[in-house]
């Protein structure tokens, strides 16, 4: 069946490192790629979307390429910040379909 | 409104009892979805509104569940003889199309049933 599969967390980092949170799914066609962020407290945001295979979604300096030939979209930041501290969600639209499909999340700390 | 507004943010129940939760969705969004958090087990579907069309009840996890939307905008999600794995946030969404155009999500309701 579709799924979604994210690198598991917690994950801490250093104020300014780079951040990559893997993201790989499993689904029939051409599905639209969404990363999906959660501040504590919060409810989800969007924080970025890609469409169609090799189109790059970025935002807030968060980056992340859909590749279908290795079926991945993984986030990406050159210079994580303490207000980067949250959770992301890795997720998916069927070509056609209504329902996001989620992954369960990693967990960022980013200490000063 | 602005956003989407879910009532109450915090619910505490006891085992047994019925419970109702509320979302009002962003005006003109014709579509409305429920999903469940549960820690540990990222998001989870509930079901999903679409218009004046019949409701996807898939997701739902038991006939304890059932959801309506009235008048296409607010809507009501509720749990019957509540359960202590019942125990969750229970997060709205509203889009004005498919999830291509990004849902817009509530604060949640964060149920505990003791």
């Known amino acids: 069946g579709n799924s979604v599969t994210q690198m598991e967390g917690p994950v801490t980092l250093s104020e300014e490192a780079f951040l990559t949170i893997n993201c790989t799914y499993t689904?029939?066609?051409?599905?639209?790629l969404f990363w999906y962020v959660q501040y504590p407290g919060e409810g989800l945001q969007l924080l970025l979307k890609?469409?169609?295979?090799?189109d790059k979604g970025s935002n807030k300096g968060f980056e992340a390429t859909y590749r279908k030939e290795t079926t991945s979209f993984h986030l990406e930041k050159g210079s994580v910040q303490v207000s980067d501290s949250a959770v992301y969600f890795c997720?998916?639209?069927?070509?056609?379909?209504?329902?996001?499909?989620f992954g369960k999340g990693t967990k960022l700390s980013v200490i000063p | 409104g602005a956003g989407v507004s879910q009532s109450p943010s915090n619910k505490v129940t006891e085992k047994g009892k019925d419970v109702e939760l509320r979302c009002d969705p962003i005006?003109?969004?014709?579509?409305l979805y429920w999903y469940r958090q549960s820690l540990g087990q990222g998001l989870e579907f509930l079901i999903y509104?679409?218009?004046?069309?019949?409701?996807?009840k898939s997701g739902l996890p038991s006939d304890r569940f059932s959801a309506e939307r009235t008048g296409g905008s607010v809507s009501t999600l509720t749990i019957q003889r509540t359960q202590q794995e019942d125990s969750a946030v229970y997060l709205c969404?509203?889009?004005?199309?498919?999830?291509?155009?990004?849902?817009?999500f509530g604060s949640g309701t964060r149920l505990t049933v003791v």
């Open positions: 890609a469409t169609k295979a090799d």
């Open positions: 509104f679409q218009g004046n069309s019949a409701p996807d």
């Open positions: 969404a509203s889009s004005s199309g498919q999830g291509y155009y990004g849902y817009t």
């Open positions: 689904a029939t066609g051409y599905p639209s």
């Open positions: 005006s003109g969004h014709t579509a």
């Open positions: 997720a998916y639209e069927g070509a056609g379909s209504y329902q996001l499909t």
